[in-house]
């Protein structure tokens, strides 16, 4: 029988889909389960976006696009830069793929040589490391401890970077913490970042629109511009504006890495919907109001959920100035039995007796590089966080 790739063998399936997925089979069976696992926002796209893809489609807008992107999009993303982050890319410096996923799997693909390092801060989203494994790269996680608020110390970064180095890569705010870097936090990393001037950046910008309390968003390029050249700035359109299905990220950096990412979209892509792109690029030329309508939605689930959690005795969580997730620590819990007779032997026990016994789903810390905790989002309606946060606390209290 013909085999499959080696290559295959280090990549795993993300356990937030898995989650999600396991959540969505026992709604099939009639169980109403409440799904905290997802990272999906759950307002609407914007209307002025699906408009200007109706239009599109009728206007005949639906052949081969333009791979690297339509020239009125590149401009809304050069708009964006210019408005958002004090950057200033040309259009030959912004790329868009699939999905910011697709453009760090693309750079990847376009800069790793086999044993490359790729250092990244943990715990960090479930994808990078698979993709960096998937691209012939050795990922090398640097601990963020929750004593931390779970944020990169330069001395932990400047002790990880070696010879192999080819990349570090940011995502602030995180996914699965919801941490961000002030201003001065980020300069301490990228003064690091100066004594390295052979590896190149990355900084995941997805959640810049989700911050609360007043706190600053800030990316490393424009906090250091002397950092600018080797600086790959990744967005998209996914969390900000709800439109996760639409499929696109967008990426702005120096013109010799872009044109060696876009040579490798060209081959796995034949460019993002050419309705997708009319959609974006209406998002982000028209009205932002919606961004910190949205933010101050997000913040009272957040102080909601936070306010409920510390009510369960044995548990522990951090305030996160951003995204929508909660990532609190469940050490007090672990060699307990559930009521329903599970050990909890580490955060994915945990997290699979709340799923069959409580109906809850959620997301175990390991998957994220750090135990034992657990990743709840908060992207869905009150209704649903109130009652998944009883189900949590009746669960919690039936651990002897």
Sequence with gaps: MPTFADRLKNVSVSASVAMTQKARELTAQGVKVISLSSGEPDFPTPPHAIAAA???????????????GTPALKMAI????QRDNQLTYEPNQILVAGGGKQVIFNAMLATLNPGDEV???TPAWISYADIVKFA???PVPVPCSQANNFKLQPEDLNAAITPRTKWLLLNYPSNPTGSACSRAEMAAIAEVMLHHPEVWIMTDDMYEHLIYDGFEFCTIAAVEPRLYERTLTVNGVSKAYAMTGW??????GPQELIRAVSNVNTQNSGGVCTLTQAAATAVLNGPQELLAERAGVYQQRRDYVLGRLADIQGLSCHKP?????LFPNIAEFIGRTSRGGRKIGNDTDFCMALMEEHHVATVQGAAYGLSPFVRLSYATSQAMLEQGC???AEFCAGLR
């Design 247 to 252: 499929r696109m990220g967008y990426c702005g």
């Design 136 to 138: 012939g790269g050795v």
């Design 390 to 392: 009883d189900r949590i």
């Design 78 to 81: 050069q708009r964006k830069f």
């Design 54 to 68: 109706h239009a599109a489609a009728l206007a005949g807008d639906t052949k081969y696009p333009a791979i690297e």
């Design 119 to 121: 250092v990244i801060p």
């Design 321 to 325: 100035e951003g995204a929508f997730y």
